[in-house]
């Protein structure tokens, strides 16, 4: 299967959107672990961003940043939201109330706490009615998400938005599960070539064998969230070179990304 990669987004330390990641990811510039500022997702009410939560925030941010220089509409693109843990503060909050003598939840975060809230929230900001899948697959969500979108581009043949996101848990959560920083990427992704697409890429399921490494500039403790593990491809997608990308995605199956730039 292919896809053509028209926009890109991103929301991390030091990568705080691709017009200021793309020469860090491309080697032109150097990576500084800046804080990441909290995301406020400008296209949702003042309402839904007071109930909105931090992983949709993020994931909204990425999303966001990936239209900015492409001629879509939110409302114009199906969605594939994927997240290895979801939200680990609304998680944590949970388990407390539930620990707690009253064992009361609070209706707001048990609403944020499901997997397809970003996708929610990015419906009601966008007005979107078309198609949206949420994946989960614990370390490989990206991966997986990646696999889900290429095959909806290519079945259905229209854009689709991929969007990966993950955040810290706190303690004594992360004491199981050490997430060291919030990360999100998104991909805007179209079945055929398409103007201002940047990238060509195809994709295949192949034996597993070593996978690409994270960019050299990537601190280990970024490297420690799972949708991170997009950060190869993101490179690539910065240099605009024709690489290969090898992703693990099972424990006996890796996913190969055959990237071509746009017009060679």
Not at 6 to 28: V, Y
Request: with cysteine; aromatic share 6%; proline share 9%.
């Amino acid at each position: 299967m292919e896809f053509w990669v028209i926009g890109i987004g991103i929301a991390g330390p030091g990568l705080d959107g691709w017009a200021a990641a793309r020469p860090i990811l491309a080697g032109a510039t150097e990576y500084r672990p800046t804080p990441l500022t909290p995301p406020i997702p400008q296209l949702l009410s003042a309402a839904e961003r007071r109930r909105c939560s931090q992983s949709a925030r993020l994931a909204i941010a990425a999303a966001q940043d990936a239209l900015l220089a492409g001629p879509l509409q939110g409302e114009a693109i199906a969605t594939v939201f994927t997240s290895s843990d979801g939200d680990g503060a609304i998680t944590q909050e949970i388990c407390e109330s539930l620990a707690g003598a009253a064992r009361e939840v609070s209706p707001t975060s048990f609403h944020n706490s499901v997997y397809n809230a970003p996708a929610g929230y990015w419906s009601i900001a966008t007005h979107s009615q078309l198609s949206s899948t949420s994946v989960c697959a614990y370390d490989v969500s990206f991966a997986a998400g990646l696999l889900e979108a290429t095959t909806y581009t290519t079945v259905e043949r229209s854009p689709v938005m991929l969007v990966a996101s993950d955040l810290p848990f706190p303690k004594p959560l992360y004491g199981i599960r050490p997430v060291e920083e919030s990360f999100a990427a998104a991909l805007l992704m179209t079945p055929a070539s398409h103007p201002g697409a940047c990238m060509r890429c195809e994709i295949t399921l192949t034996p597993h064998q070593t996978i690409t490494e994270f960019p050299a500039a990537i601190p280990e403790s970024l490297r420690s969230n799972p949708a991170a593990r997009s950060l190869p491809l993101l490179a690539v997608l910065a240099r605009q070179a024709a690489d290969t990308v090898r992703l693990e995605y099972t424990d006996e199956t890796d996913l190969v990304i055959d990237c071509e730039p746009e017009g060679d």
